[in-house]
Each structure stands twice: as structure tokens, then as C-alpha cells.
């Protein structure tokens, strides 16, 4: 069975387009009921983006909305069918892993591994654990295991790494087998799964809008619900060929199409740098016709992206990042961070970090005869490693040695070491401990970005805290506290935008944008799409 296509042109922006079409096919009165649509979108950004339009639009109509739900391909899939089993969680997924490659026979990895990490390089474990989720998550994206990486390489010329692969897929099955232990499930092998008992089902209506790419495991779960599915398209219907069934762009079909780009419209340059310059001058180039708000800056390489923010600052204009502020750039990653390196090595300068750490500064409320004391004391005594005896020259009630007291009556339960759910509730009392006293406001900016970076390591620790007492390792607090911060730092926390903020995109939110004026950063091959070649 076929999906049904609409081709919504592009005379438009997509989004404003699809909530013509959303009122045209869903409005019923003034009633326009969206609670059983499913609209998937290339990436969370155009999704908050379209529910904007729609209150904006039921208010200007009068329409009672119930508005939509909005997904990505990536997270679509857990709509169309039912697990068997609890989906394994980032850490349970980890630990496996961990087990997995430990259990394997060394020789079996030792043409993937030749050097594998000592028995008690906790770090080095989940590092190949890491390598391994990554490659297990892309295959299983297009249906496919190490195993069959090896059998269809066999048919390359001169391909000799069945080996290395097969190895991989030894380690694959005993981390199946090891989540089954535990009565959890790889949620890629059980979509695979639902696929193939023909197990898709949906009662809702599910919208592709504008999906440029979909990997086979959501395609084929799409095809099991094709009556439930709506393709629509943005492009004008004389193109249809230029697309497949699922809206996607057929490749082949584009090489030869026309870009109407003159030649004054590309700018080359070389570094990051020049390409922060290059899109100040693109801005300047307006000549003042567009508001801030009005302007969109496509940023395919993330690696450019502090470059355009440095340059948009140093001319008086705000930047707004659509992917979110990384947790690994927040007080309270930090803060943990530094603990670590604290408890691990104490070292001076890691107690001297931790001590001018601004939340920690409030914390103690330290004044700055404190912060003197400690230059002092790091000036005339030299030591690496802090020894406490040192401090007692300091007579009471000296700053410094109140203070030591109490960074260790704080650190004071990161003993002995224990299995990594039971460290759940001191670290999490560690956070408590600094910011648990304040009163911390969402409408603030920089208080919220404390309050949700909270929230992004307190759902890590609930992982830890709810693991099968079999699935977690014994640690001590460092490495505790080390795959706590490595799970958390992958998370993003959401920046509202502000009215007069220039909007930094990554390419594949660029087609659902809709401000009049669009500069593109570096839109270079590798980085659109990325490529993954080493492996």
C-alpha cells in the first residue's frame, strides 16, 4: 500500500504552509483537534517552531487547538509499536557494553582491540563501549548487524575485515544476551523486532513534513502503517519525480538541477574565523532591511558556531543557538567536574578551582579575604598535593581553614568504594548541597540554565539510582562521578529566543525556517551530510 502525497509548494515557508493545510484538513468548526496527529519533522526546533503558528493561527481564527504531537525520525519510531521489554536506559546500555567487551575472549577482539584496557581502567571500558553503541546504533538505523557489515563486504574487491567484524558481532550478542539478564531490551533490536513480527500500529495519523532523509528501520516501520501515513511535500507538484514515496530527496534526480545562485551570493574563505567575518559582512550587507529577529544563519559545522557568536557579540548583536547550550558548559557540570578531579588527586590547584567556582563562592559566601587567604597559602607553600596539616598554621578563625573544613565535610561521604547505584544519592546530595539553599527563578536566563542543567544530571543519577544491583560495577566516587558528567555531557539545554536575537541553525532545520533573509556557513561536503569513514 502506497502513502498519500501532498506537494505543499514552496512559495511559502514549509511551516506556515503546513498550518494552512492542517486547518484545510483538520478544522472542524471552530474546533481544530490535532491529538491524533503525529507530525515528524527533521529536528525538535521546527516542531516547538510549527506549535508557535498554530496557537498563533487558532487565536487569530478563534479555533480551540489540541495541538499536535511533534517528532523527529529519530524518536517516531516508539510511536508505532510495543516494546516487549523495558527499553535499557543510557547507562544500563553502557554497562552492558562493558560487560560485553570484559567477557569476550581477548583473542576474539584482538584484531578490533589489539590493546585492550587493564582490568581496572573502568574509563578505558566504557570508551570502546562508547565505539561500539555508536556503530551498533548506526547499522541498526538500516537494519543491519556487525555480522552482516562482513558478509556484504566479503562481495567488495579487496575487502579483508570480516574478521575484525565478526568480532564485533561476538561482542554484540553477548551485550544482547547481557541486557536480557537483566530483563531489558536494545530499543534498536526491538524495533528491528516489531518489523519483523509485522508488529507496527497506529491509530494516529502520522505527517512527514519535509523529511529530507528517513533510514530503513523507520521506512519499513512506516510501510506497516502506510494507510496512517501523509506525505507532504515542500516543493511544487511539477517535481514529484525529484522525491520518493516518503518524500525524500532522490539524489540522483538533483545532480543536475539548477540552483538560481549568482555568483555574488557565495563568498569563499578559509578558517572559522573567516567565516564569522564573512557572515558579519553578509548581515552588514543588508543594509539595515531586516530586524535581528529576521535574519537566520545556517551553521552546518558546530565547530564554527562559537566563532559567529564571538563576532555577532563584539558588534552589539545577540546570537541565539537553536541547538541549546551543551551541560558540559553549565556551573553545575563544572562544579561536579572539579569535585572529581578533587576527589581523585587532591590537588591544590584542583581545591583552588573548586573554591573560586562562582556557585561555590555563594554557597560558602566567601568573602574576599578567602579568596586572598588561599593566594597566599598556594604562593608561599608550593604544593602540588594538598596537605591539610599545612593549613593549621593558619590560626583560627582564619577564611582558609573554615573553608577546607568545609569542602571536605561536603566531600565527606564520597568514601569507600561501592556499587554505582548506591552512589546515586551522594552525588545527587552534592548538588543539593550548593544549589538545593537557593531560590532559583525559570523566567531568569541564567537561572534556568542552572535549574535544567540540574535536571539533565539528576535524570542521569535516577538511571543509576534504578539499576538491577547486578547490571552496576563497584566504583569509587571519581569514576562515579566520571560516568555520571561522560552521560550527561551529550545533553542540551534549551535556550528560548529572544525578539531581537539572530537565529544560528544546523543545516537540516535551514528548509523549515522561515526568516526572509538566510546567510549559510560553510556548507561543504562531509559536513553535508557528515561522513563516517574511519570505521
Known amino acids: 500500500m502506497s502513502v498519500d502525497r501532498v506537494f505543499v509548494g514552496w512559495d511559502r515557508p514549509c511551516l506556515h504552509a503546513a498550518v494552512d493545510q492542517l486547518v484545510r484538513q483538520f478544522a472542524r468548526g471552530r474546533q481544530l483537534d490535532l491529538e491524533k496527529v503525529v507530525i515528524v519533522l527533521p529536528g525538535a526546533r521546527a516542531g516547538r517552531r510549527l506549535i508557535e503558528l498554530l496557537v498563533a493561527r487558532a487565536e487569530r481564527d478563534g479555533l480551540c487547538l489540541i495541538p499536535p504531537l511533534t517528532e523527529t525520525p529519530g524518536t517516531v519510531p516508539e510511536q508505532l509499536y510495543d516494546a516487549s521489554r523495558t527499553p535499557a536506559g543510557d547507562v544500563a546500555r553502557m554497562l552492558a557494553w562493558v560487560v560485553a567487551l570484559e567477557a569476550a575472549e581477548p583473542d576474539a577482539l584482538a584484531c578490533v582491540f589489539p590493546r585492550r584496557p587493564a582490568a581496572d581502567d573502568f574509563e578505558g571500558w566504557c570508551s570502546l563501549a562508547g565505539l561500539c553503541e555508536r556503530l551498533h546504533r548506526e547499522l541498526a538505523g538500516d537494519m543491519l548487524t556487525f555480522a552482516n557489515v562482513a558478509l556484504r563486504g566479503s562481495e567488495l574487491p579487496d575487502f579483508n575485515e570480516q574478521d575484525r567484524w565478526q568480532a564485533l558481532e561476538t561482542a554484540r550478542r553477548l551485550y544482547i544476551a547481557r541486557l536480557g539478564e537483566l530483563g531489558l531490551a536494545d530499543r534498536h533490536e526491538e524495533r528491528i523486532a516489531a518489523v519483523e513480527r509485522h508488529a507496527c500500529r497506529t491509530e494516529k495519523t502520522i505527517v512527514l513534513l519535509a523529511t529530507p532523509e528517513l533510514n530503513l528501520i523507520v521506512r519499513r516501520m512506516l510501510e506497516q502503517v502506510a494507510e496512517r501515513v501523509s506525505v507532504w511535500v515542500f516543493a511544487p507538484e511539477d517535481l514529484a519525480e525529484r522525491f520518493d514515496e516518503f518524500g525524500c530527496t532522490r539524489v540522483e534526480a538533483w545532480r543536475d538541477a539548477v540552483i538560481a545562485l549568482r555568483t555574488e551570493q557565495v563568498e569563499i574563505v578559509e578558517r572559522p574565523s573567516d567565516q564569522a567575518a564573512a557572515v558579519l559582512r553578509a548581515i552588514a550587507g543588508y543594509g539595515g532591511r531586516y530586524a535581528a529577529s529576521q535574519i537566520t544563519v545556517g551553521v552546518p559545522d558546530e565547530e564554527v558556531v562559537p566563532y559567529i557568536e564571538q563576532q555577532l557579540e563584539q558588534h552589539a548583536l545577540e546570537a541565539h543557538h537553536a541547538a541549546g547550550l551543551p551541560v558540559a558548559r553549565t556551573g553545575p557540570f563544572r562544579l561536579l567536574a572539579v569535585a572529581s578531579q578533587y576527589v581523585e588527586h587532591r590537588r591544590t590547584g584542583d581545591f583552588a578551582a573548586l573554591v573560586r567556582h562562582p556557585d561555590v563562592e555563594t554557597w560558602l559566601d566567601m568573602a574576599d579575604d578567602g579568596i586572598t587567604a588561599l593566594d597566599k597559602f598556594t604562593a608561599e607553600h608550593l604544593q602540588a598535593v594538598l596537605r591539610p596539616d599545612a593549613l593549621h598554621s593558619f590560626a583560627e578563625p582564619a577564611p582558609l581553614g573554615s573553608v577546607h573544613r568545609r569542602i571536605e565535610q561536603w566531600l565527606g561521604g564520597l568514601g569507600d568504594r561501592q556499587p554505582l547505584a548506591e552512589w546515586a544519592e551522594p552525588l545527587l546530595e552534592l ?105
Not at 485 to 505: F, H, K, T, W, Y
Open 431 to 535: 548538588v543539593l548541597t550548593v544549589y538545593g539553599g537557593r531560590t532559583l527563578d525559570r523566567n531568569d536566563a541564567a537561572q534556568r540554565v542552572v535549574i535544567q542543567a540540574c535536571e539533565a544530571i539528576h535524570a542521569v543519577l535516577q538511571q543509576c539510582h534504578s539499576l538491577d544491583p547486578r547490571a552496576g560495577p563497584v566504583l569509587d566516587a571519581a569514576t562515579a562521578l566520571w560516568l555520571v558528567l561522560r552521560l550527561a555531557e551529550g545533553e542540551s539545554i534549551a535556550v528560548p529566543p529572544r525578539r531581537d536575537a539572530i537565529e544560528l541553525l544546523g543545516w537540516l532545520e535551514l528548509s523549515h525556517d522561515d526568516a526572509p533573509a538566510l546567510i549559510v556557513s560553510g556548507f561543504n561536503e562531509g559536513l553535508v551530510p557528515d561522513s563516517i569513514n574511519a570505521d
